[in-house]
T-cell receptor, first 112, second 113 residues
């Protein structure tokens, strides 16, 4: 089946630093999504990307849909303590019904 | 903002017992999903449901699993005879149209003893 490789697994950064994480796949995806999960909660959508090459921002977050449709990255600028959580990429393949394939997640810790 | 709601938040069940997890998707959404997340692992797809039938399911979703949309608002996941390895967070998700992203509930933590 389709698999996503997400890196890094974890990051420990100081408040104010920029963060970058990415996902790669051997398969093509039609949509890339980035979610954030906090303890005891479900994944919350951050950014959705629908076209190869698309670059989209949501506040301090920026994500890009790779040209090959096999990768995506998420950047967080000027991190703050509330950015702490697990960030997941998710890819949507060819079927319209929308099975999402998730990456393994990046655990982000921000030290004040 | 509309939300996907799931009940209960935590379910503890004896191995071999049946369990039903409940979800109320966002009103007017047409596509419904169940995912699970074993502690410390990634989120895994279980099943998608559209137009009152299963549209896709994973290898995890075997004969012990079933889904229902008994009325216009609820979407349930039933596990007939639970096993220890069924212990996980179970997330319900829904979306309105095929090109829209899925929105997730906060999950039900299922603990099998």
């Amino acid at each position: 089946g389709q698999q996503l490789n997400q890196s890094p697994q974890s990051m420990f950064i100081q408040e104010g630093e920029d963060v970058s994480m990415n996902c790669t796949s051997s398969s093509i995806f039609n949509t890339w999504l980035w979610y954030k999960q906090e303890p005891g909660e479900g994944p919350v959508l951050l950014i959705a990307l629908y076209k190869a090459g698309e670059l989209t921002s949501n506040g301090r977050l920026t994500a890009q849909f790779g040209i090959t449709r096999k990768d995506s990255f998420l950047n967080i600028s000027a991190s703050i303590p509330s950015d702490v959580g697990i960030y997941f990429c998710a890819g949507l393949g060819g079927t319209s019904y929308g099975k999402l394939t998730f990456g393994q997640g990046t655990i982000l810790t921000v030290h004040p | 903002e509309p939300e996907v709601t799931q009940t209960p938040s935590h379910q503890v069940t004896q191995m071999g017992q049946e369990v039903i997890l409940r979800c109320v998707p966002i009103s007017n959404h047409l596509y419904f999903y169940w995912y699970r997340q074993i502690l410390g692992q990634k989120v895994e797809f279980l099943v998608s449901f559209y137009n009152n039938e299963i549209s896709e399911k994973s290898e995890i979703f075997d004969d012990q699993f079933s889904v229902e949309r008994p009325d216009g608002s609820n979407f349930t996941l039933k596990i007939r005879s639970t096993k220890l390895e069924d212990s996980a967070m179970y997330f319900c998700a829904s979306k309105g149209y095929s090109n829209q992203p899925q929105h997730f509930g906060d999950g039900t933590r299922l603990s099998i003893l």
